[in-house]
């Protein structure tokens, strides 16, 4: 533990709120620049309508500019694109991308300098890093800049989703911050602080039970938010809860979900709970890709953020139905360059027909997030998207399915008032018919499931991953 962490963890509640506020104000002021963003909001007012030949022509515009960027700043492409020989100024269409080979995680972090701009990080530089969902996370850097160029972007969905104020509305944020100390939680809380210049309330997204919500529940309509933030699976066991001991939430103009798989289900129980509409946000930390809802619940792929493949396991790109894994080259973030990146998630590609939105972006079916696993299963093969079991059954609070080993399947379940042996055996029914009869399954109850890295709820882990056959 660190010794600012360990401070924090033994002040009181209201100096942990000075000091979160504090936070909250150099990364207000010193991450990114309001006065820039707003500029870069404006640009991308305009670029929303543009048609789908205005879409094409600027990327294959920045993607010549920033192979050529690369080439001259980038160590590890500077290299790549001597040996291989790939004349970047003669890069004429997006398809001429593909002569570049993908880039996979290892390869970052085997040589992460490599990929900084002049192969080291300036003290300038922000510092970020990913969760490390996979055991392995990165250390992300970005300047003012660049960091405030990305962010625009989550501006301008904040707009599609009706927030007057987008660059600093007033929300509640769940997040996996670790801003409540074990030591200081009590029966009634508080399971939050408060974050003043950042007009932001965040949330424990640890401590959420049948006991504590009220509690929340309480801190969010005395905070009146415009706008509810983060992870589907806290935000959606709220709404279960306060649904089940009928408390009613405040009204905000919207909820917005990212950093895990918003599954249909959990987004029903969000709107009827917040009574507003919930808008998806798809976007990894590294910078690879932006996907987000809009007004009309269509995501959309944003192709001013850069250039997003969705590739079959061939390599060619899928087709509408199909999916495909998503590789993606963002033009947003020049002191460290990706091109081609493997991010590890699996998108399945939208209808190529006009959104009623109005926005020639490229649409998207759905997100298939690495935070779930894709299980094996001995008669079956390869099992994803293991949300649909849960349909129908409306007295669980929140579920997790552990393969254990190959033949023993085991879900942790919270349970909810009215949860009993019935909805038990429709639960091991439903997860019969995906994944048949030659594995055992076995339900029970616990009074909650733990949070993995930086608060991220999975719903599907596996713990024999290594018994798999190859793919």
């Known amino acids: 533990m660190s010794l600012a962490k360990a401070v924090y963890d033994n002040s009181p509640v209201w100096l942990q709120t000075w000091m979160v506020s504090a936070q909250g104000f150099l990364y207000t002021h010193r991450r990114w620049d309001m006065e820039l963003g707003a500029a870069y909001l404006d640009r991308l007012r305009v670029s929303q309508w543009w048609s789908s030949d205005e879409f094409l ?64 990080p300036h003290r300038s530089w922000n510092r970020l890093f990913t969760s490390g969902t996979t055991g392995s996370p990165m250390k992300l850097y970005s300047s003012r800049e660049s960091f405030t160029r990305t962010w625009s972007f989550v501006f301008r969905l904040r707009e599609w989703a009706g927030v007057d104020d987008p660059i600093l509305p007033r929300r509640v944020q769940f997040t996996g911050r670790d801003i409540v100390p074990e030591n200081q939680i009590s029966g009634k809380g508080p399971y939050w602080r408060l974050n003043r210049p950042g007009k932001a309330l965040l949330m424990s997204t640890t401590h959420i039970s049948e006991q504590s919500v009220p509690a929340y529940v309480k801190a969010i309509n005395d905070f009146e938010p415009i706008l509810v933030d983060g992870y589907p699976s806290a935000i959606a066991l709220v709404s279960r809860i306060a649904k089940g001991l009928k408390l009613p939430l405040h009204r905000p103009a919207a909820v917005i979900t990212s950093a895990e798989t918003l599954i249909p289900e959990d987004r029903q129980e969000i709107e009827a709970a917040f009574g507003c509409p919930v808008f998806d946000q798809y976007a990894s930390s590294d910078t690879g890709a932006f996907i987000c809802d809009c007004e009309h619940g269509s995501l959309h ?112 379940v919270v349970p909810g008032p009215g949860y009993d042996s019935a909805a038990r055996d429709m639960l091991i029914s439903n997860l019969r018919k995906k994944l048949g009869d030659r594995i055992s399954i076995h339900v029970r109850s616990v009074e909650a499931i733990p949070r993995g890295p930086r608060g991220k709820f999975r719903s599907v882990v596996s713990l024999c991953r290594d018994k798999y056959p190859a793919i």
Do not use: W
């Not at 033009?331 to 020639?360: H, L, T």
């Not at 998207?385 to 879900?411: M, S």
């Open 301 to 412: 792929i944003n192709p001013e953020f850069g250039i997003c493949e969705v590739l079959k396991g061939d390599g060619t790109p899928a087709r509408p139905g199909e999916q495909g894994e998503i590789v993606a080259t963002s033009f947003c973030n020049q002191e460290q360059v990706f091109i081609r990146y493997r991010i590890g998630d699996i998108a399945v590609v939208g209808s190529p027909e006009p959104c009623p939105c109005g926005r020639a972006m490229p649409r998207i079916t759905a997100v298939i997030g690495r935070t779930d696993d894709i299980l094996y299963i001995p008669g079956r093969g390869y099992v994803g998207r293991l949300d649909p079991v849960f349909k129908g059954l409306k007295h669980l609070y929140e579920a997790q399915i552990i393969h254990e080993t190959l033949d023993r399947l085991r879900v942790d």
């Open 57 to 120: 022509d600027h990327q294959v515009e920045n993607l010549r500019h920033h192979l050529q960027y690369a080439q001259e700043n980038i160590p590890y492409y500077a290299e790549l694109f001597r040996t291989s020989g790939l004349d970047v100024k003669r890069v004429s269409c997006v398809d001429d991308l593909r002569q570049i080979p993908m880039l996979e995680k290892r390869t970052v972090v085997d040589s992460p300098h490599a990929f900084l701009q002049g192969g080291k």
